[in-house]
């Protein structure tokens, strides 16, 4: 797996339901390396902690193979790298192969695997239309967040690849089933919330589904 962009957004304002919020999700491209601390990306906008950033979520990376799927969804958006709020672009990630608790070598530093996405209205509002919820939610693409184990930079161009696997543990798209499929494995659920690497913010939301 390749990076092929690296992406970097500023606190912007935004209207929401007649109030004006702030968001970090308008991430844009940038022509040098990012620095990957223990609780977010260095210099990047993180606005609601509740959500984003901290230990489970300090950075978001996101499949460059998915774009195509996504701008014929969508095809008069001013398309770029960092439209899904992600930090890290990388080409050829497939969250099919990828599991709770993996640890990657990526750039300068390591990271480990601790959920999947979910797509809040902020992503509406980047995509101009809240209907990207759904579509988000049906497809398999929800991309990762990471804990930073080895903090450094991260470069276009730098190499992502598996150093570390669990023996025992789960994938991302069973993570993803378990919070939006109708019909769940209830072993499974039970399974993922006591499991040690996946992101205690996911495993709350799990818990409302017991």
């Known amino acids: 797996m390749e990076v092929v962009s690296v992406n970097i957004g500023q606190e912007k304002m935004v209207s ?19 620095y990957l601390g223990k609780t ?22 996101y499949s460059a193979d998915h774009y195509d799927f996504w701008k014929a969804e969508f095809p008069l958006l001013a398309w770029q790298y960092g439209m899904f709020g992600e930090n890290i672009t990388v080409k050829g990630l497939d969250e099919k192969q990828v599991q709770i608790g993996d640890i990657f070598y990526l750039g300068n ?9 979910q797509p809040c209205f902020k ?14 939610i049906n497809q398999p693409f929800p991309g990762i967040y990471v804990r930073v184990i080895d903090e450094g930079t991260v470069s ?13 543990t789960l994938g991302v798209l069973e993570v993803w089933d378990l919070l939006y499929k109708k019909e769940i494995d209830k ?18 939301d799990l818990r409302s589904r017991l």
């Open 16 to 34: 929401w339901r007649g109030k004006s919020v702030k968001t970090g999700i308008f991430k844009s491209p940038i022509n040098q390396p990012i």
């Open 40 to 61: 977010d990306v260095e210099t990047d906008a993180v606005i609601d902690r509740r959500y984003h950033g901290g230990i489970d979520k300090a950075c978001y990376i």
């Open 109 to 117: 530093t390591r990271v480990q695997v601790s959920q999947p996405r």
């Open 123 to 136: 992503l509406g509002i980047r995509m101009g239309t809240q209907t990207v919820l759904k579509k988000f």
């Open 156 to 168: 276009v161009g730098d190499e992502m690849h598996l150093s570390e696997r669990l023996h025992n």
């Open 187 to 204: 072993d499974l659920l039970e399974f993922a919330i006591e499991h040690p690497q996946l992101a205690d913010a996911c495993k709350k």
